[in-house]
């Protein structure tokens, strides 16, 4: 079963950095991709970054040159860097991790964990 377990998350000024990880304690699924979603109080969920298992990135605007998105398909574990935060960039941000079977799309969440950026 799949179970997503994120970390990293804290209290950190503006412009500092912070490293967010994920874990599948499942350890089942090679999932196609993998990612990082936030959620601002007000605001909807919106994408940060996905990184697909062949290899390729996607970035949202507000994230390219300042976070980084990696994989370690070995332990089915993502991590997103976060350098040059901005009190914009305080959220919870949640990992997701995505599996296609036979055309079906199976999307499984983190429970969240917070990130605050002080000005």
């Known amino acids: 079963q799949v179970q997503l377990m994120e970390s990293g998350g804290g209290l950190v000024q503006a412009g500092g950095s912070l490293r967010l990880s994920c874990a599948d304690s499942?350890?089942?699924?090679?999932?196609?991709?993998m990612g990082w979603y936030r959620q601002a109080p007000g605001k909807q969920r919106e994408l940060v970054a996905l990184a697909t298992r062949e290899g390729s990135t996607n970035y949202a605007n507000f994230a390219k040159g300042r976070f980084t998105i990696s994989r370690d398909d070995d332990w089915n574990m993502v991590f997103l860097q976060m350098n040059n935060l901005k009190p914009e960039d305080t959220a919870v941000y949640y990992c997701?991790?995505?599996?296609?079977?036979?055309?079906?799309?199976?999307?499984?969440w983190g429970q969240g964990t917070q990130v605050t950026v002080s000005s």
């Open positions: 499942g350890g089942i699924f090679s999932f196609n991709a």
């Open positions: 997701a991790a995505f599996t296609v079977v036979a055309g079906t799309q199976t999307d499984y």
